[in-house]
């Protein structure tokens, strides 16, 4: 009798926490870039951040959402999917327009300090998606062609998934392919780090983020039974994030570069 009375409470609440779990899963992927957006719009400086981080995103959440059409999962997944896309075009469209401004702004100083009357202020050289030069691949000067890029991948991708949703090869190892490439999120800024030999201009906050996020993330896939492609995924995620991490601890204790060239105050500071 005890236990049925009970009752009326576990229920709601393993509601309530069924609903808290689902709204986690749908906004709680795009939380950590809110402190790096802050960031760069804050110093318009946008040179800690690798876009790719962006392409990768979009790759893995358009790849996500054709799955879904071969293989249902959870709504709240696939809801995720829709909220990342729209949150990394506007990561991307902050991304164009503080780099061109600076380049812009680079282009007048560097007339000015030539305190030359007859030279003009040239814009800096326009590079087109349409242009289809690779060494300029995700480094365009215009919002428009990220744009018109990812409607192109998507149309392409979801001709062939079209065609394909019948075999159940494709359909599995588009999810892979979705899952795999979202674990390969942290790589560029990785990469980027690596290269800079400095986290500066990185936010910290948005990496505790993502090994928090990717942590429950993981667990969650695990406790619903998603497809396997989600955990074994989830898992190699977390391991990039720990790395990212280390790198923070390795650069900040062992510096790599000359103090001088890590003291600009628009970079630097990692919210």
Same mark, same amino acid.
């Given at each position: 009798?005890?236990a049925?009375?009970l009752? %009326?409470?576990? $229920?709601p609440?393993?509601?309530?926490?069924?609903w808290?779990?689902a709204?986690?899963?749908?906004f709680?992927g !795009?939380v950590?870039?809110i402190?790096?957006?802050?960031d760069?719009?804050r110093?318009?400086n946008?040179?800690?951040?690798?876009?790719?981080v962006?392409? $990768?995103?979009? !790759?893995?959440?358009i790849?996500?959402i054709?799955?879904w #059409?071969?293989?249902?999962f959870?709504?709240?997944l696939?809801?995720?999917?829709i909220?990342? =896309?729209?949150?990394m075009l506007?990561?991307?469209?902050?991304c164009?327009e503080?780099r061109?401004s600076n380049?812009?702004? =680079?282009? @007048? @100083?560097s007339?000015s300090?030539?305190?030359?009357k007859?030279?003009?202020i040239k814009?800096?050289?326009k590079?087109s998606?349409?242009?289809f030069?690779l060494?300029?691949?995700w480094?365009w000067?215009? #919002?428009?062609?990220?744009?018109q890029?990812?409607?192109?991948?998507?149309?392409?991708?979801?001709?062939i998934?079209y065609?394909?949703?019948?075999?159940?090869?494709f359909?599995?190892?588009?999810?892979?392919?979705?899952?795999f490439?979202?674990?390969?999120?942290?790589?560029p800024q990785?990469?980027?780090?690596?290269?800079n030999?400095?986290?500066?201009g990185?936010?910290v906050k948005? $990496?505790?983020? %993502?090994?928090?996020?990717?942590?429950?993330?993981? $667990?969650?896939f695990?406790l619903n039974q998603a497809?396997f492609q989600f955990?074994?995924?989830?898992?190699?995620q977390?391991?990039?994030?720990?790395a990212i991490?280390l790198? !923070?601890?390795?650069y900040s204790?062992y510096?790599?570069?000359?103090a001088?060239?890590?003291a600009?105050p628009a970079?630097?500071?990692?919210?």
């Open positions: 009798m005890e049925d009375g009752e %009326w409470l576990v $229920v609440v393993h509601q309530l926490v069924s808290g779990a709204g986690a899963m749908i709680g !795009v950590p870039y402190p790096q957006y802050r760069i719009k110093t318009q946008a040179e800690g951040f690798s876009t790719y962006c392409l $990768v995103l979009l !790759v893995a959440n790849l996500r054709l799955f #059409f071969g293989r249902h959870e709504s709240p696939l809801w995720q999917s909220i990342m =896309i729209i949150t506007l990561m991307l469209k902050l164009t503080v061109v380049e812009l702004n =680079i282009k @007048r @100083r007339f300090a030539a305190d030359s007859d030279e003009e814009a800096p050289p590079r998606y349409l242009d030069d060494n300029y691949f480094h000067s215009k #919002f428009t062609d990220y744009v890029c990812v409607l192109t991948f998507t149309g392409v991708t979801g001709y998934t065609l394909s949703l019948d075999s159940f090869l359909v599995e190892t588009l999810g892979f392919l979705a899952v490439t979202e674990a390969m999120l942290g790589v990785l990469y980027r780090n690596y290269q030999r400095s986290t500066d990185m936010s948005m $990496v505790l983020m %993502w090994t928090s996020g990717d942590t429950f993330k993981t $667990v969650y695990i497809p955990s074994i995924c989830g898992l190699l977390v391991f990039v994030d720990m991490l790198q !923070v601890y390795f204790y510096p790599q570069k000359p001088s060239h890590t600009h970079s630097t500071k990692a919210l």
